[in-house]
Nanobody
Framework: QVQLLEAGGGLVHAGGSLRLSCAAS????????VAWFRQTPGKEREFVAA????????YYKDSVKGRFTISRDNTKNTVYLQMNSLQPEDTAVYYC???????????????????WGQGTQVTVSS
């Protein structure tokens, strides 16, 4: 079992930055696919970014490419999402997710992930 705990959300003005963290306990995440999703009221949870298994290649939602960076620190068993140039449309609850057996073609499907954090609110004011 993996427990995930997000932190780092908050209120920021448009153009600002935030760094989300996702600390894992229970098992090491070094071989897991790790991802960030976000959700707004009434909408389906959407993919934001991921690192596939132990690969260093990152995958991003098109609208966040060049602004967001996902990374992991295996020594701290923690995943990060650096968010720059934030826009009001980035406002959402952000969730960290992890899975050990997910295949690459399922990377963007939230239903394929076994482990989830509780979410952290990010609000970007215009």
């Amino acid at each position: 079992q993996v427990q995930l705990l997000e932190a780092g959300g908050g209120l920021v003005h448009a153009g600002g930055s935030l760094r989300l963290s996702c600390a894992a306990s229970g098992r090491t995440l070094s071989r897991h696919t790790v991802a960030w999703f976000r959700q707004t009221p009434g909408k389906e949870r959407e993919f934001v970014a991921a690192l596939f298994r132990s690969n260093t290649n990152a995958y991003y939602k098109d609208s966040v490419k060049g602004r967001f960076t996902i990374s992991r620190d295996n020594t701290k068993n923690t995943v990060y999402l650096q968010m720059n140039s934030l826009q009001p449309e980035d406002t959402a609850v952000y969730y960290c997710a992890a899975d050990l057996s997910l295949i690459l073609s399922s990377l963007r499907r939230h239903t394929e992930y076994d482990y989830w954090g509780q979410g952290t609110q990010v609000t970007v004011s215009s």
